[in-house]
């Protein structure tokens, strides 16, 4: 079955305690993205990446860290998590940069940093 | 600066009903799509719309791209309470093919 599954779904951590979300498509897509989803702010793209090696910010980069040394994983990282980082996070995948492609999205994964 | 505009933002009806949604800009879009999110979920494609004046039917649900390409709708036929959900618009801006502009979502509840 083609998807994307991130994991965990739900985590809950502690201000400055690095963690890892993790990101994996079985499609054999060239794009792929983190966005975080916040109430009245809707969807705002962290980082994209559109190929293995090739990573760039999207529109709310600062605290995030990404990596893409294979095509299917593209694992999100913050170094020093804080309040203000408690989301809702979704990693998606397209077959290729132009935007009109189809994205498909992972389940989410909800953070809470205290 | 909220390039794509949805409303009404919340909207609540009774199965059955008939309702419509928008998606507005002053911008011109090379093509837009719109997503539906369920609640515990990532979104899913509806449809994408790349011409001006075009209109796609996906069962109960049509939907509508502009002629200038700056604006969206979406109408469903009799609502189903398997309607419910987050609808989202987001669109390519011409001249910028590396971003998706997303919309806020108009969240739908339809009641049995």
């Known amino acids: 079955e083609a998807q994307v599954t991130q994991n965990p779904r739900y985590l809950i951590t502690v201000t400055g305690k690095k963690l890892t979300v993790t990101c994996s498509q079985n499609?054999?897509?060239?794009?792929m993205s983190w966005y975080r989803q916040d109430p009245g702010l809707g969807l705002r793209q962290i980082y994209y990446?559109?190929?293995?090696?090739?990573?760039d910010k999207g529109d709310v980069p600062e605290g995030y860290k990404v990596s893409r040394k294979e095509k299917r994983n593209f694992p999100l990282i913050l170094e020093s998590p804080s309040p203000n980082q408690t989301s809702l996070y979704f990693c998606?995948?397209?077959?290729?940069?132009?935007?009109?492609?189809?994205?498909?999205f992972g389940p989410g994964t909800r953070l809470t940093v205290l | 600066t909220q390039l794509l505009e949805q409303s009404p933002q919340f909207l609540s009806i009774q199965e059955g009903e008939n309702l419509t949604v928008y998606c507005n800009s002053s911008?011109?879009?090379?093509?837009l799509q719109w997503y539906r999110q369920e609640p515990g979920e990532g979104p899913v494609l509806l449809v994408t719309?790349?011409?001006g004046g075009e209109v796609k039917k996906l069962k109960r649900l049509t939907f509508q791209f502009g002629d200038a390409r700056k604006d969206s709708s979406l109408h469903i036929t009799a609502a189903q309470p398997g309607d419910t959900g987050l609808y989202l618009c987001?669109?390519?801006?011409?001249?910028?093919?590396?971003?998706?502009?997303w919309g806020l979502g108009t969240s739908l509840a339809v009641n049995p």
């Open positions: 911008s011109v879009f090379s093509s």
């Open positions: 990446s559109m190929n293995v090696e090739v990573t």
């Open positions: 499609m054999n897509h060239e794009y």
């Open positions: 998606a995948s397209s077959l290729s940069l132009v935007p009109r492609n189809e994205q498909f």
């Open positions: 719309v790349v011409t």
């Open positions: 987001a669109g390519q801006h011409a001249g910028n093919n590396r971003k998706l502009i």
